[in-house]
């Protein structure tokens, strides 16, 4: 069986990575890093991202009646300008905290809280993960290269060569219609 062109057991194992058995860690703080490429994106189906390298720090704080998880992303997604299609690696920087508690039932609806039922020993953050990198992506994608002036493109040439040339449509007072200075007059004349 195949999912989004991998095949289920490659799937299977890639989720598995991001799976946290919690129920044989000792109380108090452990460490989990992880490496997010194009394969992890793959079983979302998302495609927006040309290439990815980011690394996930995770810090888990398991208490005796919670576990806080905080996340933390840094590296780059490289993605197509908005503007000129072209591709750049754009800068990810950011974190998250959850908070997991154990109740009667599961329920997600608060997004930095997450309840689990009491027998549960495991948690998967793949989820939070993508989360975390896709929310860290402006949503106005601009080549760093426009900004500071130094992409040179052909669409940004053609971009420039139709937009409206500033200071060429002014006309002096003698080209204006007579008419409407008169209708100046009657703002002024209050």
């Not at 598995?16 to 703080?29: A, S, V």
């Not at 793959?42 to 704080?61: A, C, G, H």
């Not at 200071?167 to 007059?185: Q, V």
Request: negative net charge; charged residues 30%.
């Amino acid at each position: 069986m195949y999912i989004c062109g991998l095949k289920m057991s490659v799937v299977m194992k890639v989720l598995k990575e991001y799976t946290i058995q919690f129920i044989g860690l000792k109380e108090g703080e452990h460490s989990f890093e992880y490496n997010i490429n194009n394969t992890f994106f793959q079983i979302f189906e998302y495609d927006e991202f040309n290439e990815i390298d980011v690394k996930i720090n995770l810090k888990l704080i398991k208490k005796s009646t919670l576990l806080e998880l905080y996340f933390n992303a840094s590296g780059y997604v490289n993605v197509n300008c908005d503007l000129t299609n072209e591709p750049y690696n754009q800068k990810i920087k950011d974190e998250f905290k959850l908070v997991v508690k154990f109740g009667a039932e599961y329920n997600d609806d608060n997004e930095d809280i997450l309840i689990i039922p009491h027998g549960e020993y495991e948690i998967n953050i793949a989820q939070y993960i993508y989360e975390l990198i896709i929310l860290a992506v402006p949503a106005k994608r601009v080549h760093p290269g426009i900004e500071d002036g130094t992409l040179n493109s052909d669409i940004l040439s053609k971009l420039e060569e139709l937009s409206p040339k500033q200071g060429t449509d002014k006309k002096t007072s003698e080209e204006i219609d007579p008419r409407w200075n008169n209708l100046k007059k009657l703002l002024t004349d209050k």
